[in-house]
């Protein structure tokens, strides 16, 4: 494969905030699975755990989860960041902002903001959800290599026309997440990944973000 195939997998690879309906062949999940699996990790210990819900089971849970939502409190297995500062705070503002511009949600306007949020809870309509977890006992690192799946799984999915969401939100649902799913206590539910065919003609999808530039993010030494 050319460095450019790759640099272009990775530039079209976008996050998706509104899905069609319409369900991903079982053939076409594996075919991700796989792919994603060859990510390296420490010890090649392959840490994550993939949990994928289709059809009637990710509508139950899109409910489930809405109506924890409404009456529960978040409590992430993994800590929030407690504080984006400067550079970090500035790169938060402007794809939010970017995103709130696409569905016409102006400045200022919270409860339109917080219903776009609110979106993250019904998987942006997307017909499958994989929640991804690691062994508590491998801690940071574990979740280090799952970071690492997300990206091969997301960037697989993009080859294959699959559109994807790494979401952190779903995550903030800790307690929930591991009665709803049965998932043992020992096990850091870290983030789901809505995936789905592409609403490519609604606002929600129809900006992208930018990224830094070399200077901002590599230190050359010698
Ligand atoms: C670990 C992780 C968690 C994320 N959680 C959320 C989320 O909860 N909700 C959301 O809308 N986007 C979420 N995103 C998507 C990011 O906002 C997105 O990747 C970033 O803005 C860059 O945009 P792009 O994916 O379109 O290139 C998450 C991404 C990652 C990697």
Known sequence: MSYDALNDLLSARHSCRAFRPDPVPRGVIEQILTAAQRVPSW?????????????????????????????GAPKPDLPFPSAYTGVYQDRRRTCGWALYEAVGVEKGDRAGSAQQMMQNFALFGAPHCAILHSPADLGPYGAMDTGGYVAAFTLAAQALGVATIPQAAVASYGPF?????????NRLILCAISFGYSDTDHPANGFRTERASLDETVTWQG
Request: aromatic share 10%; glycine share 2%.
């Open 177 to 185: 997440l591991h009665r709803y799913f049965d998932i043992p206590e």
């Open 43 to 71: 010890c090649n210990a392959q840490p994550w755990q993939v949990l994928i819900t289709s059809g009637a089971e990710t509508d139950s849970f899109r409910e489930a989860l809405q109506n924890e939502v409404a009456t």
